[in-house]
């Protein structure tokens, strides 16, 4: 027990430690985690001063720290320059979103799945590459001094989603979060803080986590990451970069504004930050806003990704990435690929050269819309952020009900959604909402059963 007196004194946690467990710091920080975890400590609850429990359990500030900074590390906590220490609203929350197989009883509403009927241009070309005499190539190992004209198919989709860059910029990876996870491998230690929205796409949660960096969550605007905020996360909070969605944001299906992208690319330049702009849905934009990368093209590593905009199954993403970032993101693509697959880079390559992604855009496109005006005709009586041409939307629950709570009482309706919680980011509060995929139902009659089942649950919450 403590030999201090803090019988009366009000602290949000009093752990018993036995200080026969070598290191302290370890035993101290598995406390911490079984109070998470058990519920003792709840999301959002700040902690006492590390100097208050080094009082408190008569031990040096030194062990304080170290115990808090591994609980950081992990992603249990999360610091705030002069608000204190808080238990993480994402400590316990589940950021794998695509389940080993699809959910059982289920109407798959959770998943950003696009739909599978436009697919038939890709058939097309990959029968017509296997029918060459030479297709045992396209199974070997790809060398990137051989993709220069894969390179010019990468430029002109880039082109297409709203920046204009040069081959030498190009780096081929097997999919967005695949470039993600080399970027700030190689980019950042142990340690370090990149900033992000406050609800944020879990696949950068998880990379985040695997390489032990933190993410720090910038307040929002009016739907957009706030530019006064982000520079007071660049003065205060010693970040290193910027992750953005800047179009179709995921989850909350918002588009930033052109001026807050030149006031962010600005901030980026002043600051000296690396920005990782994720264009997962900039291609289903009819006439995409310029990216950010274009008011900040040596500070940004531009990420185009083919899964949601022609086929998640084709695993291949091109960023585009200045000069001073692309030799160490080339080493981590490396380490983490050796390569991409040669017949996924061709497949890619061809469909994009002989315009017949326009196609496979445009379909994808329509079924959006399609689905889309189902769902607002389901969810009009309620706030159901995102448009007709987005694959997901972003549903503001009535009442007091959080996004957990909502999850679960719809999966035991039938329907899978994903709350807020699961994408919240360090000690931000989640919102009271949900995200639909509206493209992941298999028909349009499933989506409708799923809607109806939800447009239930809604009614009987107000």
Request: net charge neutral.
């Amino acid at each position: 027990m403590p030999i201090n007196s803090f019988e009366n004194y009000p602290m949000s946690w009093k752990p018993t430690i036995d200080k026969n467990q070598k290191p302290i710091y370890k035993a101290l920080a598995r406390q911490l985690y079984q109070d998470i975890v058990n519920g003792v400590l709840l999301p959002g609850t700040r902690l006492p001063s590390q100097r208050e429990l080094a009082d408190f359990l008569d031990l040096n500030l030194s062990t304080i720290s170290k115990a808090f900074k591994m609980c950081e590390l992990k992603g249990l906590l999360s610091a705030a320059v002069g608000s204190g220490t808080f238990v993480s609203y994402d400590a316990l929350s589940n950021a794998y979103l695509l389940e080993d197989a699809k959910p059982k009883h289920l109407i798959e509403m959770g998943a950003t799945l696009p739909d599978n009927a436009s697919y038939e241009p890709l058939l097309l070309q990959l029968k017509s590459m296997l029918q060459e005499t030479d297709y045992a190539k396209w199974f070997g190992y790809g060398r990137a001094g051989e993709s220069l004209w894969q390179k010019d198919a990468a430029i002109k989709l880039i082109r297409r989603s709203g920046l204009e860059t040069t081959v030498d910029r190009i780096l081929l990876a097997n999919g967005g979060q695949n470039v993600i996870a080399a970027t700030l491998a190689s980019l950042c230690k142990p340690g370090d803080r990149i900033g992000a929205d406050p609800h944020t796409y879990p696949g950068l949660k998880t990379a985040a986590a695997m390489l032990s960096i933190q993410i720090v969550p910038i307040k929002s605007e009016n739907n957009e990451m706030s530019p006064t905020a982000l520079e007071y996360a660049c003065k205060n909070d010693n970040i290193k970069g910027i992750y953005l969605i800047p179009d179709y944001h995921n989850p909350t299906a918002s588009t930033m504004s052109v001026e807050n992208r030149k006031r962010i690319a600005a901030l980026a330049k002043q600051y000296n930050q690396f920005v990782i702009e994720d264009a997962a849905y900039s291609l289903q934009c009819e006439k995409p806003l310029p990216a950010v990368a274009s008011f900040a093209p040596e500070r940004a590593i531009y990420i185009a990704s083919l899964s949601k905009s022609i086929a998640p199954g084709l695993r291949l993403a091109y960023a585009a990435v200045p000069d001073p970032f692309k030799e160490p993101i080339s080493k981590a693509l490396y380490n983490l690929n050796v390569s991409v697959s040669p017949l996924f880079a061709e497949l890619a390559a061809r469909t994009i050269v002989s315009n017949q992604f326009e196609s496979l855009i445009h379909g994808h496109r329509e079924q959006a819309i399609r689905r889309n005006q189902v769902v607002n005709r389901y969810l009009a009586d309620y706030t159901c952020l995102g448009v007709e041409t987005g694959i997901f939307r972003w549903l503001l629950l009535p009442g007091m009900i959080s996004g957990a709570e909502f999850e679960r009482l719809a999966a035991q309706q039938g329907v899978q959604v994903y709350a807020a919680d699961r994408f919240v980011v360090g000690n931000s509060s989640p919102e009271r909402a949900v995200r639909i995929a509206v493209c992941a139902p298999e028909t349009l009659e499933e989506l409708e059963e799923g809607l109806r089942i939800l447009q239930r649950l809604l009614q009987e919450l107000t």
